[in-house]
């Protein structure tokens, strides 16, 4: 059964970065499209980036320009790069797979941004 754990997250000001992590077990992590989903207070966990097994990225509008997703293939990790945060970037963000998510989610990892 794959297993999903985050971290990273934490309080930034507005204009500041985070660097998430996203280690995964379970699974042949290389084979498989990767994506970072976040859910705020009272709405829906949305994908915001994915990135296929041989890296190709596409990212939501919302975070184009401003996240970077990749992958370390070797660590069976997954990462995201988060710059220019905004406080509506506020959310607890999980990693799964791209495509057609797992059943199995992880504790997700919480980013704040408030000044």
């Known amino acids: 059964q794959v297993q999903l754990v985050e971290s990273g997250g934490g309080l930034v000001q507005p204009g500041g970065s985070l660097r998430l992590s996203c280690t995964a077990s379970?699974?042949?992590?290389?084979?498989?499209?990767m994506g970072w989903y976040r859910q705020a207070p009272g709405k829906q966990r949305d994908l915001v980036a994915s990135?296929?097994?041989?890296?190709?990225?596409n990212y939501a509008d919302s975070v184009k320009g401003r996240f970077t997703i990749s992958r370390d293939n070797a660590k069976s990790t997954l990462y995201l790069q988060m710059d220019s945060l905004s406080p509506e970037d506020t959310a607890v963000y999980y990693c799964?797979?791209?495509?057609?998510?797992?059943?199995?989610w992880g504790q997700g990892t919480q980013v704040t941004v408030s000044s």
């Open positions: 799964n797979a791209g495509v057609r998510p797992w059943n199995s």
């Open positions: 379970g699974i042949i992590f290389r084979i498989y499209a």
């Open positions: 990135i296929t097994s041989g890296g190709i990225t």
